[in-house]
């Protein structure tokens, strides 16, 4: 649904799949300057909602996801991962537990999905899950001191990521639009699921294994990908943060082939912002063995690449021979 902030005189809608919220109310450098600074909030609420209930919630999203959830303490936020079989993610999820029920926030239009897939997984289980993105909403605003008490996830430029009341906006503090938040997210390095990522992406190749995957639990689905890259492997594609050509007076889009001089095709860009220190920035996901100097082309724009998951990401383990005495 719309959200009430894009009648704000001067709103401009986003792009899909951000089109039910505002890109910039009319002044987007200085809205982004303003959620740094701690002035302003971002309406977020188009992304899902999810709430989980039952006294069983806690184990049994711990034997699905990728991360230790069993335990989990009240109002502790962590990230995790739903893989399919073979390792690919499916969601990227952002949970807390009020001590009653785990709270979950998606991308866009994902919440019905998971809910259904969450609900099909239940079996005689006590938990119970519903789809709650018409009542609740997410919303970024300045940290507080009462967050440790609140449905908050830690989030950029020392703000934090809520889930309120759908329509409860803060009255103390100007709205900044998405594009103020993206491109914040994007100047740390942070990952969009399904932006930055396409069907294909594992945990290593986007930088998850850092913040949403816990390698020494249980058996879960696409454990068995996430530990063999870990052990024995490399990731085929690795994130990198791009430093685009300010001259140009465009953006590449998501999707946008990243290419190396002579017009081989390499990845593909995702994230793309103007930040208000650094300029033109992006994201993108390239192949491994792409030199890390490499310039690049991204969506025809001139690219230094920085560094984010590094080449030697995986092959962890020390695996040690030995010929037995002739």
Known sequence: M???????????????????????????????????????????????????????????????????????????PTEALLLGPNGHIEHHLFLVDDGEAVWIHVE??????????????????????????GSYAVITTPAGEDDSGALAWPDVAGTVTRVVPRGDFPQDLRPAGLWAYEALRIAEHRPRFGVDTDHRTIPHEAGYVETAVHLNKGCYRGQETVARVHNLGRPPRRLVFLHL??????????????????????????????HHELGPIALALVKRNVPVDAELLAGGVAAAQEVIVSPETGANAQINLRRRPA
């Open 2 to 76: 719309d959200s009430p902030l894009l009648q704000t005189p001067g709103a401009v809608p986003a792009d899909a799949p951000d089109q039910e919220v505002a890109a910039h109310y009319g002044e987007p450098s200085q809205e982004q300057r303003a959620l740094a600074d701690g002035t302003a909030f971002a309406d977020r609420s188009n992304r899902g909602v999810v709430r989980v209930s039952g006294p069983d919630r806690l184990s049994w999203l711990h034997s699905l996801l990728s991360q230790h959830l069993d335990g989990l303490k009240p109002f502790e």
């Open 108 to 133: 866009p239009g994902a919440s019905a999905s998971l809910a259904e897939f969450l609900d099909r997984m239940r079996f005689m289980l006590r938990v119970e899950v519903e789809d709650v993105s």
């Open 245 to 274: 050509d300010g001259s140009v007076d465009r953006l590449p889009a998501p999707g946008d082939p990243v290419e190396i001089p002579g017009g081989r095709t390499v990845g593909f860009a995702g994230s793309a912002a103007r």
